[in-house]
């Protein structure tokens, strides 16, 4: 199982950034789609982005685009989300996660693989 550990999270004032990072495993597989997911207490899981590792296309929640960017550095198998304008909403668990489909589509992931995740806090 790949192994992936996100890190960054913290406590932010509302209207504020934070990057959280996750340093994913070795893998080789070029289907590869990365996912930064969240999940509020008492609520579902949320996915917020992905990536595709082969080609780098990118997908984002519709009520998250414009703050929130995912990025990948393949050559330090290493994944960020810039987030930013930050509100009491996006209060959550991060988790970084990793699957293997044809298309790395926010509305259809796959998580085969997670990490521990990091926790947001943002105050108002």
């Known amino acids: 199982q790949l192994q992936l550990v996100a890190s960054g999270g913290g406590s932010v004032q509302a209207g504020g950034s934070l990057r959280l990072s996750c340093a994913v495993g070795?893998?080789?597989?070029?289907?590869?789609?990365l996912y930064w997911f969240r999940q509020a207490p008492g609520k579902g899981r949320e996915g917020v982005a992905t990536?595709?590792?082969?080609?780098?296309?990118?997908s984002y929640a519709d009520s998250l685009k414009g703050r929130f960017t995912i990025s990948l550095d393949n050559a330090k198998n290493m994944l960020y989300l810039q987030m930013n304008s930050l509100s009491p909403e996006d209060t959550a668990m991060y988790y970084c996660?990793?699957?293997?489909?044809?298309?790395?589509?926010?509305?259809?992931?796959?998580?085969?693989?997670w990490g521990q995740g990091t926790q947001v806090t943002v105050s108002s």
């Open positions: 990536v595709a590792a082969g080609g780098g296309t990118t």
């Open positions: 070795r893998y080789t597989n070029r289907n590869a789609c």
């Open positions: 996660a990793a699957g293997w489909t044809d298309r790395c589509q926010i509305d259809a992931p796959v998580y085969t693989s």
